[in-house]
């Protein structure tokens, strides 16, 4: 397992919040949209705030910087929906 950060920016709540997760050592050789469910499933399992569906609407690495940068919509349980931003990336 490897140690990943992600930060993810959202909504009309002016949250933003760096969260730490064990991934697999490869993680980031692979597509975007892994990256960020490898990161979701995270939050399922450990965040304590129910389940949180997402779209995304653009997903990107830059592979010299070692980033995954994700944008969309985070789509809460309590059906409160808000725009968020996603940057991954080793630590």
Do not use: W
């Not at 592979?63 to 808000?82: I, M, R, Y």
């Amino acid at each position: 397992m490897a140690r990943y950060g992600a930060t993810i920016m959202h909504g009309k709540r002016d949250a933003e919040r760096t969260i730490e997760f064990d991934g697999a050592e490869d993680l980031m050789s692979r597509s975007p949209i892994s990256v960020m469910r490898a990161f979701m499933a995270y939050i399922d399992a450990h965040a304590n705030i129910g389940h949180v569906d997402y779209e995304v609407n653009a997903a990107m690495k830059s592979a010299s910087a070692e980033v995954v940068t994700v944008l969309g919509e985070l789509k809460f349980a309590s059906g409160d929906h808000q725009p968020f931003m996603c940057m991954i990336a080793p630590l």
